[in-house]
């Protein structure tokens, strides 16, 4: 089997571009998650990659599907309990009828969430969150707000390890500390953090010049709404508590919204089955199916052809190496979503053993890349299922024209404090 993977290696690279293509374009709108589910079966019908290899791709999410499934119970009790209701009139209160205000108020709230929560659940929590306060303060136009949702999940996602699952795939079981992770990201996070809100702001300026409605009536909070926010609150702490002690966090994710669903539960006139009916399911599947296509492109060479490519560069020069391989791997995650790049990504550098200073960069292009285009990352994918599930939509061609002008200046500006720092 291996012998005619490897006499075949345009036809896989061929099959994950064309599924990659049907996650972007969503021909016939059908589903992200039924291109790269299809792309997957094809490897295995056509005998390019052995079932069981392909079971082994799908295993190896296995965390990231916890985390999700517990993130999602978590955001889909806050929806059900009127949490983020509550949160957009207090939102509304704050910005006093300034555009700008609010602007910067989703902004701030966004970093913070992605910070101790992850950039999946910015995608997932702040987006309806941010839906509801456009419909709220009566916003015309509200895109550019929701368009804060995608940009700041990427931008902030390496301030903790725990801010974006990709981090876990490129370090692997060598995760720093947190105490040296910190100063070690802290300059690179602030650039591509001030970066992405100067080059939004520019870009949607026009738009938040209307003022906003801010005589908004704040409804109650209620016992399951309140005990949402607990939960919430304490699957931070959780996450906080996993990344301090090097653990994986799917499991602690899964069983804290568990926890959290069952005392909502206790305490709400919601029934189990409407809370799981609200949770999109489509992306475990999508995850899956893009962990098998990786799995196929390692199996025709690619990870042993790039340990090669990235040693030599790191021979002729280390600083060269880090720009060159942060730049490209930004840019590449836009092709392949970032989590499986940085799985290979992962691989690579476990083979290579680089310097410091070049896995930094490869770390900051995989969770910042995905700014460039929908497919770059995860959390823009949910951020693009939760828009549309608010009424919304954003065209792939309208997110690259954007992100091309957004992403660059900050993986730039991130590398080189990444370089400066190191």
């Not at 653990?247 to 006139?269: D, I, K, M, N």
């Not at 025709?300 to 020069?317: F, I, K, Q, Y």
Request: hydrophobic share 60%; glycine share 8%.
């Amino acid at each position: 089997m291996m012998s005619t993977l490897v006499a075949s290696p345009w036809s896989v690279w061929g099959i994950a571009a064309a599924a990659t293509a049907g996650v972007i374009l969503r021909p016939f709108a059908w589903p992200e998650f039924v291109w790269a589910i299809a792309g997957a079966a094809l490897l295995v019908l056509l005998g390019l990659l052995p079932p069981a290899e392909a079971l082994a791709g799908v295993t190896r999410g296995t965390d990231v599907y916890l985390f999700l499934v517990g993130m999602m119970l978590l955001v889909e009790l806050a929806r059900q309990e009127g949490l983020f209701d509550w949160l957009a009139a207090r939102a509304a209160q704050l910005a006093q009828g300034s555009a700008n205000r609010l602007f910067a108020l989703v902004f701030g709230v966004g970093t913070l969430v992605t910070v101790f929560l992850s950039n999946d659940a910015t995608a997932v929590v702040l987006t309806p969150a941010v839906a509801t306060v456009a419909r709220a303060v009566k916003i015309k136009q509200p895109l550019p707000y929701l368009l804060v949702c995608a940009f700041i999940a990427n931008a902030a996602s390496f301030v903790l390890p725990i801010s974006n699952p990709a981090n876990l795939v490129i370090y692997g079981s060598r995760m720093p500390p947190l105490l040296e992770w910190l100063p070690r990201y802290a300059l690179p996070s602030l650039a591509a953090i001030l970066a992405t809100y100067a080059m939004l702001w520019l870009t949607q300026r026009r738009a938040l010049q209307a003022p906003v409605q801010s005589d908004i009536v704040v409804p109650a909070l209620s016992a399951g709404g309140r005990m949402a926010a607990i939960g919430i609150l304490g699957t931070a702490g959780v996450l906080l508590a996993a990344s301090a002690l090097d653990a994986q966090l799917g499991l602690p994710t899964f069983v804290a919204g568990l926890v959290a669903t069952g005392l909502v539960l206790l305490r709400s006139e919601c029934s189990p089955m409407t809370v799981v009916r609200g949770i999109a399911w489509g992306v475990l599947p999508l995850v899956a199916g893009l962990f098998v296509l990786v799995e196929a492109l390692e199996r025709t060479g690619v990870t042993a052809t790039l340990g090669n490519v990235l040693e030599a560069l790191v021979g002729r020069s280390e600083t060269l190496a880090a720009w060159v391989s942060g730049v490209t791997l930004g840019i590449g995650t836009n092709l392949v979503n970032n989590l499986p790049a940085g799985l290979v990504a992962g691989r690579v550098v476990e083979i290579v053993h680089v310097p410091e200073t070049v896995r930094a960069a490869l770390l900051i292009g995989v969770d910042l890349g995905p700014n460039l285009s929908v497919t770059g990352s995860l959390a823009t994918i949910l951020w693009l299922i939760a828009l549309r599930r608010e009424g919304h939509a954003v065209t792939a061609w309208q997110f690259l024209k954007l992100g091309a002008l957004v992403m660059p200046p900050a993986l730039l500006l991130a590398i080189a404090a990444s370089l400066i720092r190191l």
